[in-house]
């Protein structure tokens, strides 16, 4: 694949915020005002039969038990279904690296290399260079059905969309005044989050935001490596929990000639690391390797734990070896197409990233199945917090939607072009309001899919399973 130059032409701030503007005659701020189903909408179950059908048939069942739980577990394993919706819309055209399911669960308190915490974007199964509003208009819906899941009266879910949503303009447009390296290096430190919760006059949310930066630096390798192992005559080996957790061992016959073809794997893996971070992995030596069930909206793709040893038993390194299929966009839009899936989730991560785990990196090999399959790899757990919305009173939820809100502008202004995105946006409100009622009426879309799923199960359609 050629590699572009990265001097490929020059525009003057002017320039930029006009082209910005301009985007506003292709979609205008106002139509984003609400959801508006094409004429041949799929059938949403139709769309997740067919991701389905490249998942572990075993597993697909808990996909569905999980996405019935509620609407906001449908929502959150529903992007292929939001991406049908939004991809044949039209669109800005101004083009960022999305996340492409920019949920509010899917931004959490992460440790940086540096060792300090930072509040990111976590997941990006199904990142692709599209519309900064496709992001945008994911993660606002996520906060009204949040919102809804709780019992919140309506005026309280839009006051957390409109939080959010301000929160980005308002943010992209102090990027767009921005030196480009000032841009690169900002963070959403403990620093930052601090400064945020001293302009709330809410206490509980400033002691519930340091309770949940304290228990985020508990959740360590070793803590996922005391949950998930026990000691046997042969050492620490992971413990089984099927059909969440399923140790090779029990998955095989045997498991001699898979464990081969694992170490090869990991051969792959090492190769996509810098020089340094191949040194470091070459200190531990395998030890075990389980499949495990997780998510929402990624149960059925292929997923293993790595268990790694280096000095000792005590010396431990957790790997998740996650299958990277095609992204739920790539069909709607032009971006940049990979020759590896797990390529496409690091690069882009990466990219929007402000801080990557260091053994970040990405792999192809060959299935149980005997099919090839791309995989991408990092450590099982570091130091992560996750948001519990349905914990949250209206103050806190509009809190975590600034947040959200925030920390997706960070993420956009470094691959698109803040000052224009700026200029499109504009000084005012019309843009928070416009996905306000965007807001509202594909959480009323969503709940009507969910229901649709409901029926799919009852009638026998597909089949669900709780786990």
């Not at 909206?297 to 010396?315: A, H, Q």
């Not at 939607?401 to 946006?425: E, F, K, N």
Request: aromatic share 8%.
């Amino acid at each position: 694949m050629a590699v572009p130059s990265p001097f490929s032409g020059f525009l003057s701030p002017a320039e930029r915020a006009a082209h910005g503007r301009n985007a506003r005659g292709r979609a205008p701020r106002g139509s984003h005002g609400s959801f508006k189903e094409s004429r041949n909408r799929p059938d949403p179950v139709d769309v997740i039969e067919r991701q389905s059908a490249t998942r572990l048939p075993e597993l697909v069942p808990i996909r569905y038990g999980r996405m019935l739980e509620s609407p906001f577990r449908f929502y959150r394993g529903a992007a292929a279904v939001m991406a049908a919706d939004l991809g044949p819309a039209p669109d800005t055209g101004l083009t960022v690296q999305l996340c492409g399911d920019a949920h509010l669960l899917n931004f959490r308190l992460l440790a940086s290399p540096e060792r300090r915490l930072v509040f990111d974007i976590n997941d990006f199964d199904e990142t692709f260079a599209g519309p900064f509003e496709w992001d945008v208009k994911r993660l606002a819906a996520s906060f009204a059905v949040a919102g809804r899941a709780n019992g919140f009266a309506l005026d309280e879910q839009d006051d957390a969309v409109r939080a959010c949503v301000a929160a980005y303009r308002r943010r992209m447009r102090e990027f767009a005044g921005m030196r480009t390296l000032d841009i690169w290096y900002a963070q959403d430190d403990a620093d930052r989050l601090r400064e945020l919760m001293a302009s709330s006059l809410d206490a509980e949310a400033r002691r519930r935001t340091t309770e949940a930066t304290r228990r985020a630096r508990t959740r360590t390798h070793l803590q996922a490596f005391a949950k998930l192992t026990r000691v046997t005559p042969e050492g620490r080996r992971i413990a089984g929990d099927p059909p969440l957790v399923t140790p090779l061992r029990d998955l095989l016959d045997d498991p001699s000639t898979e464990e081969k073809a694992l170490r090869q794997v990991l051969d792959g893996y090492a190769r996509s690391l810098s020089s340094e971070r191949r040194h470091l992995l070459g200190r531990y030596h395998l030890v075990d390797v389980a499949r495990k069930v997780v998510g929402v909206g990624s149960v059925g793709t292929r997923c293993w734990i790595v268990l790694l040893l280096g000095r000792d038993d005590d010396d431990p390194l957790l790997l998740q070896a996650k299958e990277a299929q095609e992204s739920v966009l790539a069909p709607y839009t032009d971006g940049e197409r990979f020759d590896n899936q797990g390529r496409r989730v690091v690069a882009g991560q990466r990219l929007i990233q402000t801080t990557s785990d260091i053994l970040l990196g990405w792999t192809h090999a060959v299935g149980l199945d005997g099919r090839p399959r791309d995989f991408y790899v990092r450590q099982l757990r570091d130091w992560k917090g996750i948001a519990r919305p349905e914990t949250m009173d209206p103050g806190l939820l509009r809190l975590f939607a600034r947040l959200c809100g925030a920390g997706l502008a960070r993420a956009h202004a470094r691959s698109g072009d803040p000052v224009a995105i700026a200029a499109y946006l504009g000084r005012g409100d019309r843009f928070d309001r416009a996905l306000t009622g965007f807001a509202q009426d594909y959480a009323d879309r969503n709940e009507r899919d969910f229901e649709a799923l409901g029926a799919a199960v009852r009638s026998g359609r597909v089949h669900a399973r709780t786990a």
